[in-house]
């Protein structure tokens, strides 16, 4: 059956329509999640997504196909995601930190608003690149990252040169000379 069809029969009380939706998108929903946050947060955030996809799927408004939809929702959890841990990372865990010490407020201010276009600018690369200057801004160096992501050290070269280069590019002149790695 098509998505359409298993919406509409799912609207009108066939939950085994809606199992069949949440079976569909299950794999593709975990992929997208895998390549895009830490591995601990995949399962819960594929379930949340499927939840809220299937679940309230009468906010879906065919203009275009529900597996537009669904990635757009997984988008938004996983922009979400970015800036619940960018606001956790911004609490001191003790009282003050070094850091903090030696930087006026608004210095920390200025900081933090590049820290959030560095995100929001990786957040948009395609997925093999993000993945890798992910890892890099992590610290990783190039042979940690390709035995993490199971690729070879040209093909972690690569794509961490291509994909700074667009972050470069995102980011503009301005902020280039100015993006503080992790």
């Not at 960018?86 to 590049?114: F, K, W, Y």
């Not at 993945?131 to 794509?159: K, P």
């Amino acid at each position: 059956m098509r998505d359409e069809q298993l919406i509409a029969a799912f609207l009108s009380g066939d939950r085994k329509a809606g199992d069949a939706l949440a079976r569909r998108y299950y794999p593709v929903l975990h992929k997208y999640f895998r390549e895009r946050v830490h591995h601990d947060e995949v399962e819960e955030l594929t379930q949340s997504t499927l939840m809220h996809t299937v679940a309230r799927s009468e906010r879906f408004r065919h203009a275009s196909s529900f597996r537009s939809y669904v990635y757009a929702v997984a988008r938004r959890v996983v922009a979400e995601r970015h800036r619940q841990s960018m606001r956790n990372r911004e609490l001191p865990r003790s009282g003050v930190d070094a850091q903090s010490l030696d930087t006026s407020p608004s210095e920390r201010v200025a900081r933090a608003e590049r820290r959030q276009a560095l995100d929001a600018a990786v957040a948009e690369l395609r997925s093999p690149f993000r993945a890798v200057v992910t890892l890099h801004l992590a610290g990783h160096d190039n042979r940690e990252i390709a035995g993490r992501l199971g690729l070879n050290d040209n093909t972690v070269r690569s794509r961490l040169s291509r994909g700074l280069a667009s972050l470069r590019r995102a980011l503009g002149s301005e902020q280039r000379r100015r993006v503080d790695p992790l």
